[in-house]
Each structure stands twice: as structure tokens, then as C-alpha cells.
């Protein structure tokens, strides 16, 4: 009998034994549990926007100059005598203070020849009054129905009489008035910023004596947008009235280590538009900066640059939702009843630090994201994680 083929068949057969065992043991392994993620859903921190009255605020910059700043120069010519000691950089002074006095001398003799001068016009006045008086019952003694001529009774020498009298007292009047300009004053209030002169030196009309400025008040030129000026409800070539006073403004700045505060308001605006800037420019006014209107103390220097916060006039209604709610400029993220992703593009009147005021885009209630957010899409789904709105 012929083995061979036996032999050569076994080790094929003991193959496909195998494969066919391995393959029934795999079929009989039971099948692995499969499970399926849940997608995990981005949670969001939201506030509820609130539709209330606001007052809209601005928010600029100005620098503080004084509201009158001139060259203190006399009226006349003269040698000075004395300076007060106010009249010194940095020194306040009076309303009506004698700053400066000029040699008076020559000018007490002008007013001691003008009075002489006055008194006697005033003389040749009572003459010529009593001679015309003679002449007029003469002429009516002998003429007792007849009406006498100006001529006959001395009226041109009365009436030339009178013209000397005015002209003698208008001379008594400049020479007293410049003996009164020997005395240089202003008559306001204010501060010396420069002072150019001395005791003894020889000044004419007109020379510079020092620069000062009035502190009765100051003022502060505000740059503004088009929508700022819009935000405070004012027109071009607005000027503040007892009936329609301009907006409250709050002045600040940090004045050795500590914010300060003023309190003032626009008085006007320009009736143009900066053709380089493109900005109109209000002006804010601050009354007494150096007494009452000082802040602990501080005064609004003139100089001074501060951030200006003016708030307008009237109240309006509008939504408000926290300054985080805004993106982009004009754009906020609101998450609807089913917490999906709505983006809205908004009308935004006003921005402050804390707040933003719309007037459209999202309604009373609604909740608008706070949080940040990689990669927004509209319509996805979010977590949200509520948080009260400030008021």
C-alpha cells in the first residue's frame, strides 16, 4: 500500500483543523459592550439684559486753562513805587487788590490844577448868570411887552459860560481817573503766573507787567464723536441758559497718589466741526476751582489734564446688559429658551465700564453671555450658568 499520499495530505488536514477551531472559538467570544459618548456641551456664564430709564454717559479728555488769562500792562506812564507781595508767581490775590503803584505825584498836581480850573469856570459862570439877569430887567424896564433877543441879554456868553464849566470838570474828571490808574488792580479774583517788572523801573502804556489769570472759574475743551454728542442729547452751537442748562460733568485726575474729583458742566459747544480731527469740542466750566469748587482742598489747576464723565440730561429707556456682553463692537451672544447660541448684532448707545446701553438687538429678560468663548457658532447648543445683571 502507497503511504505517500497519506503523508503529504496529514499536515494540510491538521491545518484546516486548526484554522477551523480558532475561527469557532473566535465566533463563540461574546462581542465587547459598545458605548456612545455624549457630546459634551460648552458651559457659558449668562446675566439677564434689563430694559430701565438710564442717562446716557460720555466718557473724554481735556486739559484745564483758565477762562481769562491776559498781559496785566497800565493805562499810563510811570515809575513804580511799590509791588504787593501778591503780585508774585504763584500768589493769589483780590478782587480790587492794589497789585502795583505807580509815582502819583505829577498826577495829584493834574487833579489840583483841574479843580482850580473848575472853580473858576464855575465863577465865570455865576458872573455871566447875574449879568445876563441885569440885562433882561433892563430890557424888560423899558420894554415891558416886548420879548428880548438871546443877544441882548447875554445868552451866548451864559451858554459859553456853561460849555467851559463841562469841559473843566471832564478835564478834573481823566485827570482823576488817571491818578486812579496809579493803581494798578483787576476786578476779579486770580493768580499771577509771571511777573516782569521791579520797584523802580520806568513803564509806559502798554508794557507788560506779568501774566495772570482769573480763578473765578476755569474751563476744560471736551473732543466729542458725532454719536457722543448724539449720547448727551446736544446740538451744534449749543450755549447753556438758566432754562436749558448743559449736562453735568465729573472731572478727574490723580493728584499725588489720589483720584480727585470736580464737578461742572458744559456751557457750549462749537458751531463747527475740527476740520482736521473730525471732532466737535464742548466746553465744561467749573466754578470757584480754587475755593468751593476744590475737591478735599485740591484745586482744579489750570494745566491740569483730566477724564471728564458727563451724563446727559434726560433720561431714556434702554436695555442695559454688563460691559462683558459685548463683542466686537456690535455683536452679543444670547442664549434662547431651547440654550442655543443666538449672535445678534446690536444698536449700542453708550459704553461705560461696567454697563453697555442698547437701543435694539436684544429684548427685557433675555440671557446674554458674559463669559468668553473659543469658537462661537449660531445655533449650538451651551450650558448656561446663570448670573445676576448688575443695575
Known sequence: MNKKPLKVMAPVLVLAAAFGVVQWMSAAKPQPEKKEEEQRLVSLVTSQARAQPVQLQVTTQGEVRAHTAIHLTPQIS??????????????GFEAGETLIQLDDADFQLD??????????????????????????????????NKEPTPLQVNKPQVLEAEANLRAAKAELADAELNLAR?????PYRGRVVSREVGVG?????????????ATD?????????????LELDLPLGFVASKQSPGPAVTLSALVGNHEQ???GRIVRTQASIDPQTRLIYAVAEVQDPYGKGASDGVPLAVGLFVTARAESAAQRNAIVVPREALRSADKVYVVDDEDRLDIRTVEVLSTADNRVVLASGVTDGERVVTSTIANPVHGMHVQPITHLARR
Open 261 to 263: 474729583q470736580w464737578q
Open 78 to 91: 510811570g515809575r513804580i513805587t511799590a509791588i504787593s507781595n501778591r503780585f508774585a508767581e504763584g500768589a
Open 217 to 229: 472759574r476755569v474751563e476744560v475743551r471736551l473732543p466729542l464723536t458725532d454719536s457722543q454728542l
Open 201 to 213: 523801573q520806568y513803564v509806559t502804556a502798554g508794557t507788560s507787567l506779568g501774566r495772570i489769570f
Open 111 to 144: 487833579v489840583a490844577r483841574a479843580k482850580a480850573r473848575v472853580a473858576q469856570a464855575e465863577v465865570l459862570l455865576l458872573q455871566a448868570n447875574a449879568a445876563a439877569d441885569i440885562k433882561r430887567q433892563q430890557w424888560l424896564g423899558l420894554n415891558p
Open 182 to 186: 496809579t493803581q494798578i488792580r483787576l
